[in-house]
């Protein structure tokens, strides 16, 4: 059996479109369940999948108690899915239905997960594309785990690989790096980007950025050293800085020295800022793990649970 699992936060006009064209292509298959996960949306996503559900059994819906985010509404998708393979997919129509049989067909080659990458097409805007290039060259180059540029959660898991990924416990989920960190036989396939159905993109500016911020920090601490190297170096030039400061002293010209001052001064002031504002930053990720919530709460469910549902 095949589970596809679908975030949707406020695309009410996404589903139904969406859902039947999914099923065409699933059709043929031997099994499928098609879970979406409405993450607290403020719209009637949530009716729109209970109508469909209650024409057609292999459609179910959970909804999350608020909106907890993408990453964690596909994690509660996950949790939920009981299919031996396993694909997760955007609910806006931006990930085509038509790359399912190619994802199933790739899988069957012997791979564990078959990721993807987008090809920037008419879906796409420029902000969008510039940004998302940088920050796959600044993850890339800060962390060890490796991702595909361009990647997209649009991805499918046999079971095996997806019971790895449930067992990994952290809150700010990045789901991309996360997979790519499991290992396991893994693969990619380029998709084209289509344009959503219908609504506005939910990832803002500030969540894109601090979805960047959980990416780099929750697989790399060299923004740390790099706050270290900073301070070494100012030491460093604070000590070359010293003996100039020191022979001037000795030869007699004492500088009226305000600039100098002033320089050393916000510089200094700026490098300590800047290290320690990074400390923080790691500081806050530790402290919002070492809570231990659970990562979400459901709130109705079209059906009974098949699966034990939440596992935290
Ligand atoms: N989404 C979600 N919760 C959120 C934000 C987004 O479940 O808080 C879903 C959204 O409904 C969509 C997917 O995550 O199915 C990707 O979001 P979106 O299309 O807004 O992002 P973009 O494609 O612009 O990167
Ligand atoms: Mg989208």
Redesign the pocket.
Known sequence: MISIV????S?EDNIRPLCREIIAYLEESSGFEIIF?D?GSRDLTYERIEELARIDARVKGIRLSR?F??QT?LLAGLNEAAGEVVIMM???G?HPPSMIPRLIEKLDEGFDVVNTTRIDARGTGLFKRISSRWFYRVFNTLSDTRIEPASADFRIMNRKALDAFLTIEEHDRFTRGLVSWMGFRQTHLPYQAEK?ISGR???SLKRMRLFAFDGVTSFSSKPLRISMILGLATILGGFVYMIYAVVMYLQGHTNPGWTSLLITVLLIGGIQLFSIGILGEYLGRIFHEAKRRPHYFIEKRTSKPGSQGSKR
């Open positions: 679908l975030p949707a936060y695309e996960v993450d909106n985010g993408h509404a955007d609910a806006d931006q959503r993109s939910k990832y």
